[in-house]
């Protein structure tokens, strides 16, 4: 089993899960409990992935950081996205494969993938000592963008971004999920192409 640890990125949210943590008498599980494994493009995962709240940074295996930040929901006529701030940093004496980032529906096999109009690019190896900062802009699962020709079913709570680590064998191990608050998700929703 990987680790992935959480650490907060502003001084009042650490505060705040240390004192939730002290004050229960147990680890607080908004940051440290795990996800069970999910069925992702029809197979199950061994992995677990940790829960996230936007805005903490994850600490991916092989000191790869990710931070997903502001889950902004958009759209146009094609259909909804979700445009979400991100940085990676390689912590590591190498270069590191960057994750894959897409949206999961509750109860869904399918993974959304990114606009290429998106400033982040996630694709090659981040050097060692490096990061990368930008914007992704995410489709729900099933947008016609790819190739699906017909119209988008509702994304069912608790929708998800998630991290996936890129496994030499082309398999996707999700490694983080950053909840999608309800009311974004119901945004995303109503605007997605029917």
Request: with cysteine; glycine share 12%.
């Amino acid at each position: 089993m990987r680790a992935v640890t959480v650490r907060a990125t502003t001084m009042a949210a650490a505060l705040a899960v240390v004192l939730v943590a002290c004050t229960s008498g147990r680890h607080s599980g908004m940051v440290t409990s795990l996800a069970p494994a999910m069925t992702v493009g029809g197979s199950r995962l061994a992995s677990t992935a940790s829960t996230v709240p936007a805005g903490l940074s994850a600490m991916l295996p092989d000191q790869v950081a990710i931070t997903v930040a502001s889950l902004t929901p958009g759209g146009d006529d094609l259909g909804a996205w979700l445009t979400i701030d991100v940085r990676v940093d390689n912590h590591s004496a190498h270069s590191q494969h960057l994750p894959s980032i897409g949206i999961v529906c509750a109860g869904g096999s399918t993974v959304g993938l990114h606009r290429v109009v998106s400033t982040l690019s996630l694709s090659g190896e981040l050097p060692a000592g490096a990061s990368r900062v930008g914007t992704l802009m995410l489709l729900l699962p099933g947008d016609r963008r790819l190739g699906g020709g017909g119209g988008v079913a509702a994304c069912p709570a608790p929708a998800v971004v998630q991290v996936f680590e890129r496994t030499h064998t082309g398999g996707a191990s999700p490694l983080v999920r950053v909840p999608i608050p309800e009311q974004v998700l119901a945004r995303l929703n109503a605007t997605r192409n029917k």
